[in-house]
T-cell receptor
């Protein structure tokens, strides 16, 4: 079964500084990888996704992520954070389509991003 | 194009009761998944419905059940509520059968409190 680890529970970054949120996954085949953002009491909004091809993917709100197969990682980055980026960030993995039933997405426990003025 | 909508937004139930949560999928989507998100945790996959049939299930007991209707809307039913069922329940819709190879669009969730 697949799993996702987000090693940082909380991260504090100053407004305007760069950001990197870590995500490591465990899955035997090529994964489908996602980053979602969740504001308090809200649902999940997709920031970006990796299915195949270019390992550096661009998302919304100026975010990007890089898939590194050798490190089983899919870290999220942003060059300059804004106060509105404060939220909970979730990395998720989906299984590749091999037929049969669906397993849904497996999420990490999330990283809470705090922005300092 | 309408997004994923869930109802109700908040709900308080007593232990032992039954609850039904509803989800309208995004226009054109034929697959609906349900997730449970406990406070401070990531969402956990409950099950998925495709063409009105359960298509996959996570590690949840049978008292969690669901339905999908011909218009692809869905219900999540939980019987014999326990205190630990208190959580945010998220519905996600997508186009493909397998969740992993296409985007899943999430609703705002239903906050269930069991007292």
């Amino acid at each position: 079964a697949q799993s996702v680890t987000q090693p940082d529970i909380h991260i504090t970054v100053s407004e305007g500084a760069s950001l990197e949120l870590r995500c490591n996954y465990s899955y035997g085949a090529t994964p489908y990888l996602f980053w979602y953002v969740q504001s308090p009491g809200q649902g999940l909004q997709l920031l970006l996704k990796y299915f195949s091809g270019d390992t550096l993917v661009q998302g919304i709100k100026g975010f990007e992520a890089e898939f590194k197969r050798s490190q089983s990682s899919f870290n999220l980055r942003k060059p300059s954070v804004h106060w509105s980026d404060a939220a909970e960030y979730f990395c998720a993995v989906g299984v590749s389509d091999s037929g049969g039933g669906a397993d849904g997405l497996t999420f990490g426990k999330g990283t809470h991003l705090i922005i300092q003025p | 194009e309408t997004g994923v909508t869930q109802s109700p937004t908040h709900l308080i139930k007593t232990r032992g009761q039954q609850v039904t949560l509803r989800c309208s999928s995004q226009s054109g989507h034929n697959t609906v998944s349900w997730y449970q998100q406990a406070l401070g945790q990531g969402p956990q996959f409950i099950f998925q419905y495709y063409r009105e049939e359960e298509n996959g299930r996570g590690n949840f007991p049978p008292r969690f059940s669901g339905l999908q209707f011909p218009n692809y809307s869905s219900e999540l039913n939980v019987n014999a509520l326990e205190l630990d069922d208190s959580a945010l329940y998220l519905c996600a819709s997508s186009l493909a059968r397998r969740q992993g190879n296409t985007e899943a669009f999430f609703g705002q969730g239903t906050r269930l409190t069991v007292v």
